[in-house]
């Protein structure tokens, strides 16, 4: 199957992201309610204790003395090491480059920059981070019993789909087959922000004493939280961290990686009873795991890192907040500080132009300038459309309904309340149920559905099915509910209540790659209709796949040739184990314009769905074993969420919006109030005619009515005048300021119709 290079980092993976339009913190209410993901908790290892105060008291002091205790303990240890490492074996390994080439080399000696600096400085200098697939390896005294659980596996695991990332100046362990990564790859952001909130931990440590807890990367930075007793960290702060940072950065500190024992590690960080913790309850006895250290920090983590903190050429730090260990507002309050570096000191001034847009863009900020939408603490996370709101929201809706009219789809409408059975069937309640709103109805459990796909596979089962009736597409926009957590509510990016253009194809094996193809086909002609680009990325068979192998085979190489015909070969990436357990999926990245990547449309294929529910078709078989088949379900959505995309859509235009998707096309300007029934004329033909239009009947001057117009981001300004209402017409202008001219009404009505019908994006 084809692969491209890597894209830009998806949003909406399963590690924490960075709201830059402002960023929250997910406080949960007294208690933990266990829906959100700790790092620290029983998915990976023993559940760490909470509602425990550990911090105690706490001195505000710039280079602690733990600092040199700590050192000093970590180079007993790395004597120790290098002891046990003396009878290591020096075997000779074969490492494979991605072109093909090999390179000899010897184990345990023999590291990727070595490799890298043979090849050229250029590229050795520009290397983030190797990845590594191992053929053979030659074991160590103590390797193979290490835990690296630093309670930071999910950023990770999102992240790394295909081999094991490993440090550039890590000694090999065998014949393998090596890529080297840099900055442009996702895994070359991760590791390289997870080695900034290192630094930014240093920093911590060395200007405040802070005790340090957990730092991972996030979708577009990251973050560290650490315990400072009473103490807040201020913006007027943020420039002793910053030059902190630079401080570090100019020092050009290399990372090292230490394999220590459970009691090493305790050893270590006596005077942090944050990292005391964690040892002591995720670190199995007898066990080792492995420490990091740049400059005098020494700090918990599986790494890897980058080879020296001299790459980090830009870093500022964003804002600060408040949180608590573990989520849990009964445990000790520690500070957050958000930061963002980069290899490049350019790259950091897109990055903060972008996040100044951002801010300026921001959906909720728009939404209520533009009164399109609100919230309320009587419904929360369910927004209240207002009416210019509701008319974009049914534009989008209606926009969709087109294409499915044009695309064979049929539109059905399903129940919002089904019997805890359905969900049963469906496997959801298993593991959904929690995110459901649930009720008693005469004594069986009820609930608000969170998603359609169960509900289709009631419609598509009442009735005996013919493999000529198939492929089916069914297009349901049910309003659809999820219980999230009230501290996770942002918006209309994350909320409660919400409807989708959800669609699911029930067709046979032998018409997957037609049906993938056409819904490839849809998804380029929304998005190429808003203005935004888009990559694919193919996600396939992992580890906990449910169905046959050779099924899962066969879906792929149907997926990946449906992307190949509409794509390219080569211009589309693998995500190896990245699908779900019930089938493969392709993920569409759409890109704004603020080169932000957001996640909304998606094909995947389901086959536990039809095994689940015992679907079945009439085969063409006549009779016998092969009688009835099963079909294959492909999950489809283009917009997502339609809240969502709003959201995304704001921010993308900035306000203003296309003509078709306006929610104030035209706006009717009388020079003078005697010139008010013209005015009401003009609007009332072109609201006849299926447009949105007001009259500005006000007693401001014509000047400050156009300007307001403007302001507001209505599309066209129509000035009506003496002459105007003589000749029937209007004077037209566009919302900046360029003068169109005099047209009559029913010109200009001809004009939008074919604005509206085309979806023309420059009006």
Not at 47 to 59: A, T
Not at 531 to 552: F, N
Not at 592 to 607: G, I, N, P, S
């Amino acid at each position: 199957m084809a692969a491209a290079s890597s894209v830009t980092l998806n949003q909406t993976l399963k590690f924490a992201t960075l709201d830059v339009a402002g960023i929250k913190v997910n406080h949960k209410s007294k208690g933990t309610d266990h829906r959100a993901k700790s790092r620290l908790n029983a998915e990976s290892g023993a559940r760490v204790q909470q509602g425990v105060k550990l911090g105690g008291d706490f001195d505000k002091t710039k280079n602690p003395e733990f600092l040199k205790e700590r050192v000093a303990i970590f180079d007993a240890i790395k004597a120790r090491r290098e002891e046990e490492m003396s009878s290591v074996r020096q075997e000779a390994i074969v490492v494979t480059l991605p072109d093909g080439k090999t390179v000899d080399g010897l184990a345990w000696k023999t590291s990727p920059m070595d490799i890298a600096l043979g090849i050229s400085k250029g590229l050795a200098q520009n290397c983030v981070v190797a990845k590594v697939v191992y053929s053979s390896r030659v074991p160590a005294p103590f390797e193979g019993q290490v835990c690296s659980d630093d309670g930071m596996e999910e950023e990770f695991e999102a992240v790394v789909t295909d081999g094991e990332l490993w440090d550039m100046t890590r000694p090999l362990e065998g014949s393998c087959t090596l890529s080297l990564l840099k900055f442009s790859d996702d895994e070359g952001k991760m590791v390289f922000w997870h080695s900034s909130a290192h630094v930014l931990g240093e920093a911590l440590e060395h200007t405040f004493g802070s005790f340090l807890t957990i730092g991972p990367p996030l979708a577009n930075g990251f973050y560290y939280d650490s315990y400072m007793g009473d103490n807040t960290i201020h913006p007027p702060d943020f420039k002793d961290v910053d030059d902190a940072v630079k401080k570090i950065a100019k020092a050009k500190q290399t990372f090292e990686r230490l394999v220590v024992t459970k009691e090493e590690a305790l050893e270590l960080f006596t005077y942090n009873p944050f990292k005391h913790q964690l040892i002591s309850t995720k670190v199995p006895d007898g066990s080792r795991t492995t420490v990091y250290r740049n400059g005098d920090l020494i700090d918990l983590c599986r790494g890897p890192h980058i080879p020296s903190t001299g790459m980090i050429k830009a870093f500022s730090t964003l804002r600060g907040s408040s949180t608590n260990w573990l989520g849990d507002t009964e445990n000790d309050s520690l500070q957050r500080l958000y930061a963002v570096a980069f290899p490049d000191k350019k790259m950091m001034a897109t990055y903060l132009e972008n996040l100044k847009k951002a801010e300026e863009r921001d959906h909720r900020r728009i939404g209520t300038a533009q009164k399109l939408f609100f919230f309320h603490p009587l419904s929360p996370g369910s927004a209240f459309w207002l009416p210019h709101g509701a008319r974009i929201y049914n534009t989008l809706i209606d926009f969709i309904k087109k294409q499915y009219w044009k695309r064979g789809y049929t539109e059905v409408i399903t129940p919002n309340v089904y019997n805890s059975q359905l969900w049963e069937t469906s496997g959801h309640w298993q593991h959904y149920a929690e995110n459901m709103f649930q009720f008693e109805v005469e004594e069986a459990t009820f609930a608000l559905k969170p998603m359609n796909c169960p509900g289709h596979c009631l419609m598509f089962d009442s009735t005996l099915r013919s493999y000529r009736d198939l492929p089916m597409r069914y297009a349901d926009f049910g309003v659809l509910h999820r219980n999230e957590l009230s501290g996770a509510l942002t918006g209309l990016t994350r909320v409660r209540r919400f409807q989708q253009d959800d669609g699911h194809i029930f067709c046979r094996r032998d018409q997957i790659r037609k049906e993938v193809a056409a819904a490839l086909d849809f998804m380029k002609f929304v998005y190429d209709t808003f203005g935004m680009t888009y990559r694919l990325e193919l996600s396939t068979r992992p580890k906990k796949a449910l169905g046959d192998v050779a099924l899962w085979n066969e879906a792929e190489a149907d997926l990946a040739a449906a992307m190949n015909d509409f794509a390219g070969e080569g211009n589309w990436k693998v995500n190896p184990g990245d699908g779900a357990f019930y089938g493969p999926k392709i993920d569409i990245k759409v890109m704004d314009a603020m080169e932000r990547v957001h996640q909304c449309a998606t094909v995947q294929l389901d086959f536990q769905l039809p095994i689940r529910f015992d679907l079945k078709y009439k085969s063409g078989s006549s009779e016998g074993a092969n009688e009835f088949e099963r079909p294959i379900i492909v999950h489809r959505a283009m917009l997502g969420s339609v809240e969502r995309m709003t959201a995304v859509l704001i921010e993308h235009y900035g306000g203003k919006w296309p003509f078709w998707l306006s929610p104030r096309q035209a706006l009717v300007v009388p020079v003078t109030n005697e010139l008010d029934d013209y005015a009401n004329e003009v609007g009332k033909a072109i609201y006849d005619a299926g447009f949105f239009a007001d009259v500005e009947d006000s007693d401001f001057t014509m000047q400050k009515k156009v300007r307001n117009g403007q302001l507001a981001q209505y599309n066209f300004i129509l000035v009506v005048g003496k002459q105007e209402r003589s000749d029937g017409t209007v004077n037209v202008r566009l919302r900046n300021n360029q003068v169109e001219g005099t047209m009559t009404v029913q010109e200009l009505i001809a004009r939008f119709t074919a604005y509206a019908q085309d979806y023309v994006p420059d009006f």
